[in-house]
């Protein structure tokens, strides 16, 4: 392995709470006649706790069916799952569902899910990050292999999320700036992947991918890069025996650094 691409949210980040506070917060502003409400904790002024988010009555529902979708949009189609109480066992189910919501919806939840984010993120800079940790030593172990691969990020998130949340972490300097491929790179992590390909010269062989979503690494796949799903991330017994059919290797945050540089 000469290059080690990791995607942001799931693998180094544990996001879930912010990204379910933010998206309901989008929700209930651009769905009209909802059953849904702000918990109990939650409140327009201030990042809510994360033991507030911990016990939202929703949230639980909200991560399991994360996996399943791959944008900002797709968090308001988990929200509109919940809402409407559809049954959603797996991307199948998930796919059909999102095909019958409105593609001008889907957008307009786009675009107004980075705005809450921002003004969540600058109403209470403190409690949003708070909503973000670092999963537990996996930086720590990036550190002392920073050596034995190129480190590169390929996510979805918005630059300026990721930027100041590695600064939080300590950890700009293992990320350079060129390394970082957000949002604005592409849809799929083939464009980010092949972005890194051109910008590095390494070849799709000597790349690993790190994601928590088996349909990002389903998605990237045959490019020939080894794929590595994150089990410490949003995904489940659904995803693992997926990963495990597809032969994927399959990371916990104990073994992760035998499984990827051996």
């Not at 000469?2 to 942001?8: I, M, P, V």
């Not at 791959?70 to 569902?97: C, K, M, P, W």
């Not at 409105?102 to 990050?129: I, N, Q």
């Not at 990237?220 to 994927?248: H, Q, T």
Request: with cysteine; glycine share 8%.
């Amino acid at each position: 392995m000469q290059l080690l691409a990791l995607d942001f949210d799931g693998v180094i980040s544990d996001s879930a709470p912010e990204c379910f506070v933010v998206a309901l917060c989008t929700y209930l502003r651009t769905q009209n006649g909802t059953s849904l409400a702000l918990p109990p904790g939650f409140d327009a002024d201030s990042a809510p706790a994360p033991a507030a988010v911990e016990a939202a009555e929703f949230y639980r529902p909200f991560v399991e069916l994360m996996p399943l979708g791959n944008r900002a949009e797709d968090f308001g189609i988990v929200l509109s799952a919940i809402d409407a109480g559809a049954t959603i066992r797996d991307q199948g189910d998930y796919d059909r569902f999102r095909a019958k919501l409105s593609e001008r919806w889907l957008d307009d939840f786009h675009t107004a899910f980075y705005e809450e984010r921002r003004a969540v993120s600058e109403r209470d800079p403190v409690g949003w990050e708070r909503l973000m940790e670092p999963y537990p030593g996996f930086l720590e172990m990036l550190r002392g292999r920073a050596s034995d691969a190129v480190l590169a990020i390929a996510t979805a998130k918005d630059r300026r999320s990721v930027d100041r949340l590695l600064g939080s972490y300590g950890a700009r300097d293992l990320f350079p700036v060129e390394r970082v491929f957000d949002k604005e790179t592409g849809v799929s992590k083939v464009t980010h992947l092949r972005a890194l390909r051109d910008q590095e010269g390494v070849a799709f062989a000597e790349m690993t991918f790190v994601d928590d979503k088996v349909n990002h690494l389903d998605s990237v796949a045959s490019l020939g890069v080894r794929c590595a799903l994150a089990a410490w991330g949003y995904n489940g017994d659904r995803e693992i025996a997926l990963a495990r059919e597809r032969g994927y290797l399959v990371c916990a945050l104990d073994d992760v650094e035998p499984l990827l540089f051996g």
